[in-house]
């Protein structure tokens, strides 16, 4: 704790009785430290009312005041900087760029909005967010992007779903689909008109085959 009334007492008003030992001299400290104590008292309560220093248990009361809940899968440093920002989210939200960063807060970086009218134009109403990603997303990821997503966007808009698309440094990402070819060869043998044999008589077994092949 910094001492703050004391060395005000003794450097600045630099009263003469303090400097004797005694009574006069112990009653002005005593009388610092207490008021010491009470400024620290009084920027530790301040500090509690401020989400961005308050205690770890105090955020969720703060945040409530503001009307925002905690999602299962945003972290603590996650929740509270929502409760510091939570009038920037406010004025961002609803808006394309406003929701790229939000999805940026969240770990999505380089997120774009995609309008579905400019497939369908009946489908002006919907949205898809386009999340870049280098190895795949899992089941918690897509949880927590759209949340984010149905919390930020207009009323009036729908989530039609997400796009996710692959990133990779110095490679070229293809799609393909494979193609199954099927076929059934079956080879019989010729039936000869005659024989003429020349020395050794060989029998030869009928042969069938079938040859499935998987392209």
Known sequence: ????????FRDVLRWPLIFRPGPLA???EGIARVFDD???????LRDQLNPATCEADGVDDLASGRGIERHPLETAAQFRNRAVTAYAWHR???KVRGMSRILEHYGYPGCSIRNMRDDDPERW???MPVVPVGSGLDMQDYALITWAAQETKPARSKLAGLN???RAANAATHSAMALVLSSVVRLEYERPDSTKVAG?????GHMHIVSRIRL
Do not use: C, S
């Open 26 to 28: 112990a009653l002005v």
């Open 38 to 44: 009470v400024r620290e008292d009084i920027l530790w």
């Open 125 to 127: 109403a919907e949205f």
């Open 92 to 94: 961002q939200a609803g």
């Open 164 to 166: 996710t698309r692959h």
């Open 200 to 204: 050794a008589v060989r029998i030869a």
């Open 1 to 8: 704790m910094a001492r703050v009334f004391w060395p005000y």
